[in-house]
């Protein structure tokens, strides 16, 4: 929803925005209309839709009237519909009876009609005339419109005759709302909800720690971007002459690795405000990106993936995606030369292998012993091979140095075979790096 605040009308109040819901305790009509009709005038001028429904003590002439002595041109709001005023009988009441979900549905309705007529929203105010008969109705009606007002572009300011109200009440009332407006002394006040606002500063505080983890998470991927390209720019250092296809292999292959980075950026965000991602959802989603980047057809290499639910942190799931992304492009590249058929399948399963034989494994086994592992990831191919003079410490490939790097970050374990094509396996933890 838009963050732009809007003009309460109100001085003690100042802005406000959509998604409020407030209240007013008042002991005369004239405390009533000292609210309501700076919160009507300043909705009207700012191309808000206003409903008004009014108290027993009310009429709609008195409401208009008094709208009209202040309002420039109240009419002309009036004959082309932006406000109504309506006596709460025909706001809340039908049959006899209060239906707290028909009215909270009349209210979303209203809304939706307000913007396709090309308002910016809905200023609404209601009366609580049914709390001596409906008390259950009130509550579950207030704190069901308190849970969704947040979803809408509207403001709601509910008002409550004093002399109606218990003070076990009181207290239901202001904790439903955001806050409430009562005179003392002669001087309106604002009541805030303790509870509310102590939840808010908490949220708040949240919200800031996690501005700061996200420009920190910005800063380290902008910084593995840069190592990324130095690295793909000094395999050219050597050379006197390249031609074009080469820097564009190279220029593909540094592209792959950012969207990889990218990606688990959206499948984080996906996730609703954790910090872990479904890493076999990633999966699915960079494979489809680089087939569709290497121009390849499932009728030419076929994927079979085979993943279960691995909720990784974005400190293992950065790396993880660099290596998948290595791993899938080098067998797209290099496994099937000449058109051959093939298939390329990546497995990824929870596993408590304590028993790995780490010495079979040069890649850091220093960096885990006697840990058990976690995951294990499988990327495989049925095509031509790796060469076996090709070493994962020693290869000129870039990609395969960057995977037994990262293999390291992860605090995990990796396995090459040759046997039927090309295998990778690597054991890994969901670890968190500072």
């Given amino acids: 929803m838009e ?13 406000l925005p959509w998604g409020t819901h407030f209240c007013q305790f008042y002991q005369t009509k004239e405390d009533l209309l000292d609210i309501l ?19 027993q003590e009310l009429t709609v002439e008195d409401a208009e009237e008094s709208l009209r002595r202040v309002v420039p041109g109240f009419d002309i709001y009036l004959d082309k519909g932006q406000i109504e005023i309506v006596p709460y009988t025909l706001g809340y009441v ?45 509550v579950y009606y207030e704190d069901a419109l308190d ?43 604002i009541i805030e909800n303790s509870g509310r606002k102590r939840a808010e500063e908490a949220l708040a505080k949240i919200e800031e720690t996690r501005i700061k983890e996200i420009h920190h998470r910005i ?9 990324l390209l130095d690295l793909q720019a000094e395999t050219f250092s050597h050379l006197k002459t390249c031609n074009a296809s ?42 489809k990106k680089l087939f569709s980047s290497y121009n390849l057809r499932n009728e030419d290499v076929n994927l079979k993936l085979n993943l279960e639910e691995a909720y990784l942190g974005m400190d293992t799931a950065i790396p993880l995606g660099i290596i998948v992304n290595e791993l899938v ?21 929870k596993t408590k292998e304590s028993n790995v ?28 091979g790796i060469p076996e003079k090709i070493d994962l410490q020693t290869a000129n490939s870039l990609g395969l140095q960057l995977v037994d790097t990262l293999v390291k970050q992860v605090d995990g374990c990796i396995e090459l075979r040759r046997d039927q094509g090309t295998k990778f396996t690597i054991w890994f933890n969901n670890v968190e790096i500072s």
């Fill in 3 to 15: 963050e732009k605040l809007r003009n309460s009308g109100i001085g003690i109040i100042g802005d």
């Fill in 37 to 55: 009709v700076p919160y009507f005038k300043t909705g009207l001028e700012n191309n808000e839709f206003c409903i008004w429904v009014i108290p």
């Fill in 94 to 138: 039908e049959d006899g009876g209060l239906d707290p979900e028909k009215v909270l549905k009349n209210w979303v309705k209203k809304t939706d009609q307000s913007l396709e007529c090309g308002y910016d929203g809905l200023r609404l105010s209601g009366h609580s005339f049914w709390l001596e008969t409906h008390w259950q109705d009130f």
């Fill in 147 to 189: 849970t969704i007002i947040g979803k809408y572009r509207m403001i709601v300011l509910c008002t409550y005759y004093l002399e109606m109200c218990k003070i076990v009440e009181i207290a239901e009332m202001v904790s439903n709302h955001q806050f409430a407006l009562a005179k003392k002394k002669g001087k309106w006040q």
């Fill in 219 to 227: 800063k380290n991927n902008l910084q593995v971007i840069s190592s």
């Fill in 246 to 287: 080469e820097v564009i292999d190279a220029f593909k292959d540094s592209q792959n690795r950012i969207v990889s980075m990218v990606l688990i950026h959206q499948e984080l965000y996906k996730g609703k405000g954790t910090d872990n991602l479904n890493f076999a959802a990633y999966i699915q989603t960079l494979t």
């Fill in 329 to 349: 492009s080098n067998s797209l590249k290099h496994a099937f030369p000449s058109g051959r058929k093939g298939e390329i399948s990546i497995s990824l399963k």
């Fill in 357 to 384: 034989n780490r010495e079979n494994f040069k890649t850091n086994s220093e960096y885990n012993q006697g840990k058990d592992l976690q995951y294990k990831l499988t990327v495989a191919d049925n095509g031509k």
